[in-house]
């Protein structure tokens, strides 16, 4: 299952193929998926781009990591909080 998540997070996220040349649909889902804009990042700074544009990709990097984050934490409290409800935390 894991190499099936890692070679999918590398085909959507551009890091192989340009998300250019992407059929749409799989363009926007690697928008959401992290290491796409420090793919970008990387490239348009070996590429010589404006140092402004390789930060912007870094901080939409940076936004997509803390979204995930967040997520994890709420996941994380809500089934702390369902196993709590069910008196089922040590049981697996």
């Known amino acids: 299952m894991a190499n099936i998540a890692y070679t999918m997070l590398i085909l959507l996220t551009g890091t192989i193929v340009s998300r250019a040349t992407l059929p749409p649909w799989m ?3 690697g928008g959401v998926l992290p290491l796409t804009h420090a793919t970008e990042a990387v490239r348009a700074g070996s590429a010589g781009i404006d140092l ?3 930060l912007g990709h870094v901080g939409e990097e940076l936004a ?3 979204f995930y984050a967040l997520l994890a934490a709420a996941l994380l409290k809500y089934f702390e ?7 089922s935390l040590d049981a697996a």
Do not use: E
């Open 81 to 87: 909080w369902t196993r709590r409800r069910g008196a």
């Open 52 to 54: 402004a544009v390789v």
């Open 27 to 29: 363009s926007a889902v």
């Open 64 to 66: 997509v990591g803390l």
